[in-house]
């Protein structure tokens, strides 16, 4: 089975660097598939932030692209988000997911507050 | 401003049928499959309907989806409290580069 598990700070101080973690169970990134990174701010819908494959090829959502960076380390399973310069708009739960039929395995989410 | 458009919110009596519609253009529904996700409180969203009408093994039948042109719509029949919960569609969009858009949402009230 197939298991997603996202870390990192829970706190983040505007301007500053946001940086989380997916620890992938269960499957082989360097199998295949695209990997990605949604997220929700709380009581809002569901935003995608980008994708990335066991290669190292990536796309990003336009509106975030300028902040964002994935990248995947095969060698421990595991694939990261960097989101520079945060604000309080970037608090929001963070999913990583796997992209087999768009998103068929999430990760629980974990919050992330933007504040000093 | 979500690209997908749901409304907010729907609601049915159990035993009924209810549908939840989502509205696109021509650069994502109209040329790409559409998903669609249920979010029970407090929970990560769940994938419910691939490639328009396909789902995945362990979802109920009570549970489809269709498409037709720049529009999707989702149907529950035999509405369980259970299904209470948000539910979202997505899909690619291939407008400005490739990247996947969603609906704003709409959650589901069973009365």
């Known amino acids: 089975q197939v298991q997603l598990q996202e870390s990192g700070p829970g706190l983040v101080k505007p301007s500053e660097t946001l940086s989380l973690t997916c620890a992938v169970s269960?499957?082989?990134?360097?199998?295949?598939?695209?990997w990605g990174w949604i997220r929700q701010p709380p009581g809002k819908g569901l935003e995608w932030i980008g994708s990335?494959?066991?290669?190292?090829?990536?796309y990003y959502n336009p509106s975030l692209k300028s902040r964002v960076t994935i990248s995947v380390d095969t060698s421990k399973n595991q694939f990261s988000l960097k989101l520079s310069s945060v604000t309080a708009a970037d608090t929001a739960v963070y999913y990583c997911?796997?992209?087999?039929?768009?998103?068929?395995?999430w990760g629980q989410g974990t919050l992330v507050t933007v504040s000093s | 401003q979500s690209v997908l458009t749901q409304p907010p919110s729907a609601s049915g009596t159990p035993g009924q049928r209810v549908t939840i519609s989502c509205s696109g253009s021509?650069?994502?529904?109209?040329?790409?499959?559409v998903y669609w996700y249920q979010q029970l409180p407090g929970t990560a969203p769940k994938l419910l309907i691939y490639?328009?009408?396909q789902r995945p093994s362990g979802v109920p039948d009570r549970f489809s989806g269709s498409k037709s042109g720049t529009s999707a719509s989702l149907a529950i029949s035999g509405l369980r409290s259970e299904d209470e919960a948000d539910y979202y569609c997505a899909a690619w969009d291939d407008s400005l580069s490739v990247y996947v858009v969603f609906g704003g949402g709409t959650k589901l009230t069973v009365l």
């Open positions: 021509s650069s994502n529904i109209g040329s790409n499959y």
């Open positions: 997911a796997r992209q087999g039929e768009l998103f068929d395995y």
């Open positions: 490639r328009n009408n």
């Open positions: 990335i494959y066991h290669s190292g090829s990536t």
């Open positions: 269960g499957y082989s990134i360097s199998s295949g598939y695209y």
